[in-house]
């Protein structure tokens, strides 16, 4: 674990939370119980890697480090091994991971069990939960006790119009430099997955010599993104009106649906309208203002404010409608010869209507 993730992420959070915890653990100031939770699954894995990796020696983890998973284990087991003490050693840690899984969960007398162990932990054990994939119901008896008497992160799938600064901040971390175009393509095209996001920026890494700035180039050549035909480019299509270029990319992108899949392009087209719907309901003018407003780069404004000019009002709302439909038509038309032609026909069909 490298430690890349750095305390800008924060701003992220309304808690005490990641950033607070990555600072403390760096400062090796530690609770007796994590308890992680939340949909989005990256900044849990990271809290995790930290512990796991960082806070025993290796000579010390073969006897005061366990990894245990939700569905193989259940709370008095969890329990039994935080009052052990440490052997040899100042403490020892337990990771829970996969705790969503555990089987007890709603058993009362194991609740009650897990109450006192929370009232009086064991000062030489660090107990991390990984609940992952899912937060904890915030009104249950058991999320309220967890609140008061641990270190409790909720972890949040972050909004469209975040993934440009964290993909910055990201880079920022791993002393990496990114144009503008590079940013958006990876945006655009993996959307708020910052597992995989936070995948390919390392591949990156690994591929760029130290101060060199990472372009549209480097996206093609190493995260397999062609600069030329992305979701990226059949959005500016869009809103210049280059009818040609887009079919062209369409036609791409029914060769290549495993990097182009067509919920994410009808996800991503969605939201290309419904950030020119915001700009015609908004009275704001200012392009760093609308910036804000719809979550892109200054850099790209003119592009969504040409496409505002290209749509009006009643024509963005009928082209939500009719990417609705699509997306409605996918799920439930009657089969093609094959799914590759049932995805192009449609994509075809929607940015005909889309552009006409």
Known sequence: MDGCINQSYQYF?????????????????????????????????????????????????????????????????????????PMMGDRQLILVKEAQDIRDWKKDQSIEALHHYLKAPVPSTILVFAYQHKSIDKRSKLAKALAKTTIMMESKKIYDNQIGPWIQDYLIAKSLKMNQKAVMMLSENIGNNLQRLSSEINKLAINMTKGQEIDEQHIQNYVGINRDYNIFELQKSLSFGDFSKAFKIIDYFSLNLSKNPFVLTIAQLFAYFNKILIIHQSSVKEKHQISSLIGVNPYFVGEYLNASKRYSLPIVLRNIELVHDTDLKFKGIKPFASPKEKEAALLKELIFKLMH
């Open 13 to 85: 959070w309304d808690m005490a939370e990641y950033g607070e915890i990555i600072k403390d653990f760096k400062a090796k100031k530690y609770a007796p119980i994590y308890f992680l939770h939340g949909e989005e699954s990256f900044f849990i894995d990271n809290i995790v890697a930290h512990f796991e990796t960082e806070l025993l020696d290796e000579s010390q983890k073969s006897f005061n480090q366990y990894i245990l998973y939700g569905k193989e284990i259940d709370i008095s087991q969890i329990i039994t091994t935080a009052r052990k003490f």
